[in-house]
């Protein structure tokens, strides 16, 4: 479909997204879900966090039917439940994302509230995450013969899973936090210099840049995790290059210090 005659985009969301008796969510929002939506389908990003309001994953799955019917999307994404949140996920670039996860590809910060200050960890040190990274790689893997039939939805339990690390492993970020759940919800990420990355795309004319990717990483450990970010943006820079749905990709990073962080 044109980029130029978005209308169909708003009103996929608004009448499938909608909660009780309200519409779905506003015409801004309704066009950067969709941006995000098709970023995962051109391959940018393994999957996008839904949060625009409550709406669940029968309206998600109304939601990806609709965009291809008006020709915005081809067959191919899946919705994910996982603890009573909800992913749009392409599971082949999840597969591809989680399995170099498992070879090192992604850095891992702790920062359990019970240490000072944060520390780099590697996914090798977490046996359990580790785990459960294969076992959802798996789960992807077993569901990528029938994603090509439709809109597909699955659900993960995640009884004492850390959700912050499994979604910062899921939206592709080279660095995800993780923490100790049996010391508490809190973290050491208070008045630490953080320095935020996010990467950026233009798409339709006259509206906001879609935002791919937002991540933080301690500014003291980013020479440590510098190689991950690094990496990261060649592979995203690669992929950009691969696809023509999006323009002007802006990656750029600066340095925040917040009295409390949430995760």
Not at 3 to 19: C, E, F, I, K, R
Not at 153 to 164: I, M
Not at 224 to 230: G, I, N, P, Q
Request: glycine content about 8%; hydrophobic content about 45%; overall charge neutral.
């Amino acid at each position: 479909m044109s980029a130029s005659s978005p209308q169909p985009l708003v009103a996929a969301a608004q009448q499938t997204l909608g909660v009780g008796k309200r519409r779905g969510p506003p015409r801004a929002v309704c066009l950067q879900l969709a941006g995000e939506v098709l970023a995962v389908a051109r391959g940018l990003k393994p999957a996008v966090l839904y949060d625009c309001n409550s709406a669940g994953g029968l309206a998600l799955q109304s939601y990806l039917r609709e965009l291809q019917g008006v020709g915005f999307l081809t067959p191919g994404l899946h919705v994910l439940e996982v603890g009573e949140n909800y992913l749009i996920v392409s599971p082949e670039r999840a597969c591809q994302h989680l399995e170099q996860a498992l070879l090192g590809t992604v850095a891992f910060v702790d920062v359990s509230c019970s240490q000072p200050h944060p520390s780099v960890c590697s996914l090798h040190q977490l046996p359990d995450l580790k785990s459960l990274t294969a076992e959802i790689m798996a789960h992807f893997r077993g569901l990528q013969k029938n994603v090509s039939l439709g809109v597909s939805y699955s659900k993960l339990q995640s009884a004492n899973w850390n959700l912050c690390t499994v979604f910062g492993i899921l939206l592709g970020y080279p660095v995800s936090y993780t923490f100790h759940l049996n010391h508490g919800d809190g973290n050491c990420l208070a008045m630490t210099p953080l320095r935020v990355f996010t990467a950026r795309v233009s798409w339709l004319p006259g509206q906001l840049p879609v935002l791919l990717y937002s991540f933080s990483v301690p500014e003291r450990l980013f020479p440590a995790l510098r190689d991950f970010v690094s990496a990261w943006e060649q592979e995203l820079r690669t992929r950009f290059r691969t696809q023509n749905a999006f323009a002007d990709l802006s990656i750029s990073s600066e340095v925040v210090t917040l009295p409390a962080v949430a995760l």
